[in-house]
């Protein structure tokens, strides 16, 4: 069983920054990949930022490159989001998900569809308003 955490919402100013945190534990805390997910108000749920756990590779939906980064800390079993120059489209509740059951292993986290996403946290809200 994986159980993850968030943390580090909050509001800030547009051209702000924000570090999200995801600490995973459990009996069982390993995975295949790990993704940062949003849902703004009337949305669907969107993948964001994804990290593969057996090399650390990383992929990004277009409207967040070069501004967000995901990365893991493996001795604290943490992943993070770095998020720089923040905009109101970026308000939502930020979700980390971890993909841990799957039949299909597959090399890269981008191929894996937000179903295969198997723990979810419970998201922690970001709000970008001046």
């Known amino acids: 069983h994986l159980q993850l955490v968030e943390s580090g919402g909050g509001l800030v100013q547009p051209g702000g920054s924000l570090r999200l945190s995801c600490a995973a534990s459990g009996r069982n805390s390993e995975y295949w990949a790990i993704g940062w997910f949003r849902q703004a108000p009337g949305k669907e749920r969107e993948e964001v930022a994804c990290?593969?756990?057996?090399?650390?590779?990383?992929n990004y939906t277009d409207s967040v490159k070069g501004r967000f980064t995901i990365s893991r800390d493996s001795a604290k079993n943490t992943v993070y989001l770095q998020m720089n120059s923040l905009e109101p489209e970026d308000t939502a509740v930020y979700y980390c998900?971890?993909?841990?059951?799957?039949?299909?292993?597959?090399?890269?986290?981008?191929?894996?569809?937000?179903?295969?996403?198997?723990?979810w946290g419970h998201g922690t809200q970001v709000t970008v308003s001046s």
């Open positions: 990290l593969t756990s057996s090399d650390s590779s990383t």
């Open positions: 998900a971890a993909v841990k059951g799957v039949l299909i292993i597959y090399r890269l986290c981008a191929k894996y569809g937000i179903n295969d996403y198997d723990f």
